[in-house]
């Protein structure tokens, strides 16, 4: 009596079907830029939200865009800014499948990640741990607010000033009066 092959395309299917979430990270493995490759000696990693691809076919092939979220029960990944849009005209995120994509930058914020692949902390870049240092965020933020509010404070003052107090005391006068006529 012949066994199936445990290779055989059914078996394969179900074996898709009714894998554990562990399996299925296992399974959505994506290579690794040859950057990439030479620095960490690794072909190939579970693909994770933060970690930036290059899409490799589709309509959207040469793309680098970020992973926004990792879906396991369909095999599929959604990116930032690869959408489609729908029948009402609405853009909706177009999910992609891990073989179409190739990763070209890391996101070694986790510490179990970055043993895994065997990185010390000195090597990582502030960029790779997803920390965007405080000094660019203060010096981007402080001249840009201050600039557009100031303006903007000074000419709702002057519109409000000109056409605000009319305004205000007609009906403050039409609602002293009512009540002082009725007594």
Known sequence: MARTSPTSPRRQRKALYTASTFGRRRRMTVP????????????????????????????????????????RRDYSVVLDNVTLKSGEEKLKPLPIRTGHL????????????????????????PEERGVVPEDTEEAEEAPALPA????????????????????????????????????
Do not use: C, M, Y
């Open 32 to 71: 690794l830029s040859r950057e990439l490759r030479r620095r960490f000696r690794v072909r190939s990693v579970p693909l994770r939200k933060g970690d930036t691809v290059r899409v490799l076919s589709g309509s959207f092939v040469g793309r680098e865009e970020r992973v926004q979220r990792v879906v």
């Open 102 to 125: 190739v990763i070209t930058k890391l996101n070694l914020s986790d510490a179990w990640r970055r043993r895994s692949l065997k990185v010390s902390d000195e090597e990582v870049t």
């Open 148 to 183: 557009p509010e100031a303006p903007a404070e000074e000419s709702s003052d002057d519109a409000s000033d000109a056409e605000g107090p009319d305004l205000e005391e007609e009906p403050d006068d039409a609602a002293h009066k009512t009540p002082e006529a009725k007594p």
